[in-house]
């Protein structure tokens, strides 16, 4: 397996928590959230494979490479343990990485994301979707992305609109198309929820069109330790859409952990 050095970016100090960021977006995804937690954790935020400024090189990035990978990211920075939260593919990586090596885990984030494979059709779309991305490049992604990312609510000229739709632009296309491979390969993980043992926070946006609410609502029942918290009116992209409010679902959530136990200052 050729691991590589990914790319990322650490704020404050103490006991670590690593976000990891969706598909096709990068670590700055995060930003506000990185910033707002930096009193109370060391808050890592990687560039998985083939996004931000980590390598893209061409291939399949199935989600347990992509989990490898941070974790070869979490023993050069000597983490033993860390709460470790994905949003969307981020979570998908987060329950691979469970699979591999759960003892590094003291909680566990799934941020509108979800344990599910894909169906039969959904793979055949990210085949036609890596078919797409050749002829046309990352824009063939983003055009069928973005108009499902956002809540209802949201302004047609908000400017985070713009920002969702940058940070994907600067995806590589062979780190858009290793991911889709990845994704379409990923296992059913869905039984692997009662086996997650460690405080779990499941977050996401009620007006999600990716990832249901009822899906996030069948999660939390099948953990043993689970958290939901619903951001009215969010999307898919809560971080960027209500960041205000993303950053107090993890604080609220971090602040009943003992490490994090700093977090009641706010
Ligand atoms: C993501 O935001 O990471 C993607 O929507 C995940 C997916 O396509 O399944």
């Not at 043992?197 to 499941?202: A, H, R, S």
Request: with cysteine.
């Amino acid at each position: 397996m050729n691991l590589i050095d990914l790319h990322y970016t650490e704020h404050g100090q103490g006991t670590p928590l690593v976000l990891l960021h969706g598909f096709p977006f990068s670590s700055s995804l995060w930003r506000d959230q990185a910033n707002g937690l930096a009193d109370i954790c060391r808050v890592i935020t990687p560039d998985l494979r083939g996004h931000g400024a980590s390598p893209a090189p061409e291939g399949t990035y199935t989600m347990e490479l992509l989990a490898q990978d941070v974790l070869r990211l979490l023993d050069t920075l000597g983490v033993e343990k860390a709460a470790i939260m994905g949003h969307s593919m981020g979570g998908y990586v987060a329950l691979a990485l469970w699979r591999l090596a759960p003892a590094r885990f003291t909680a566990f984030g799934l941020i509108a994301s979800h344990a599910w494979a894909d169906t039969d059709e959904g793979r055949k779309a990210r085949y036609s979707q890596v078919n797409a991305v050749g002829e046309r490049g990352t824009r063939a992604i983003v055009d069928a992305m973005l108009p499902r990312l956002f809540g209802p609510n949201l302004a047609e000229d908000e400017p985070i609109k713009e920002t969702a739709e940058s940070l994907m632009m600067a995806t590589k296309p062979s780190g858009v198309t290793g991911s889709l491979r990845g994704m379409a390969l990923r296992p059913d993980s869905s039984d692997l929820l009662a086996d997650i043992d460690v405080p779990t926070l499941i977050l996401c946006g009620d007006a999600d069109r990716i990832v249901s609410l009822a899906r996030a609502e069948a999660m939390a029942a099948a953990l043993p330790n689970a958290t939901l918290i619903t951001i009215e009116g969010a999307g898919h992209l809560p971080m960027l859409e209500q960041p205000h409010a993303t950053t107090l679902a993890l604080r609220t959530f971090l602040n009943d952990l003992d490490p994090y136990k700093k977090a009641e200052r706010l």
